[in-house]
């Protein structure tokens, strides 16, 4: 079953704006079985954030673990203003205090542009002809911009975060992402979903939804 879930995590990627970079788990966490997980999805972008977090937090209802939203937790003027060490220690243990055991954590982490060619070039498998037919049938490389395409790559992180009581407060798991020139908020926030999911399914960190 699991070769099963790689395979598909490798398709899912391969046809998506989306795509999986790392999928790391902490080696000495065999099981985690969350209780109550807070949803965090760190934007700046409103629309953006609560379409991820509400629809993250459907696929945890899913699977009968009780999930809820930052935008439902955190004080309207929360994310106003830079937080303390001191600060997010009170907030961890008000969680604490609520039953919550886990923090899944989003971010975009940076980005970069990136150039690829937009048609391919011609070319002849094994071509032993002359430099100038060769030359003739490549030159548009040097002044046609249809041969290039200029696309944005932006790396984001999904990390979960265990706030146990009597635990070490340690991460749990880390999924690197890589989303290309999203131009759909909804459709890449679906994908980024799908993987992330399919992903902690792999590892054992949520169950499979019921039929």
């Known amino acids: 079953m699991k070769k099963l879930s790689i395979l598909l995590l490798v398709l899912f990627a391969s046809c998506s704006s989306t795509s999986l970079v790392e999928n790391w788990k902490n080696p000495d966490i065999v099981l985690f079985d969350a209780q109550k997980v807070l949803i965090v999805g760190m934007t700046q972008n409103e629309n953006a954030r609560e379409r991820f977090e509400t629809k993250l937090q459907k696929e945890f209802d899913k699977r009968n673990v009780e999930a809820m939203r930052s935008l439902d937790v955190f004080d309207v003027s929360f994310t106003d203003s830079k937080k303390t060490e001191k600060e997010l220690d009170d907030v961890e243990q008000s969680l604490l205090d609520k039953d919550f055991d886990a923090i899944l954590f989003t971010k975009v982490t940076g980005s970069e542009n990136r150039e690829s060619f937009l048609r391919t070039l011609a070319k002849l498998d094994n071509y032993k002809g002359r430099f100038n037919d060769d030359y003739l049938r490549n030159q548009d490389i040097y002044y046609d911009d249809d041969y290039y395409e200029k696309f944005d790559v932006y790396h984001a ?21 890589d989303v290309t020139d999203p131009t759909n908020i909804e459709k890449t926030v679906d994908d980024y979903i799908k993987l992330i999911v399919l992903a902690m399914e792999e590892q054992d960190l949520i169950f499979r939804k019921e039929k």
């Open 157 to 177: 992180e999904t990390t979960l975060y265990c706030i146990c009581e009597g635990k070490d407060r340690s991460m749990i798991w880390r999924g690197s992402i």
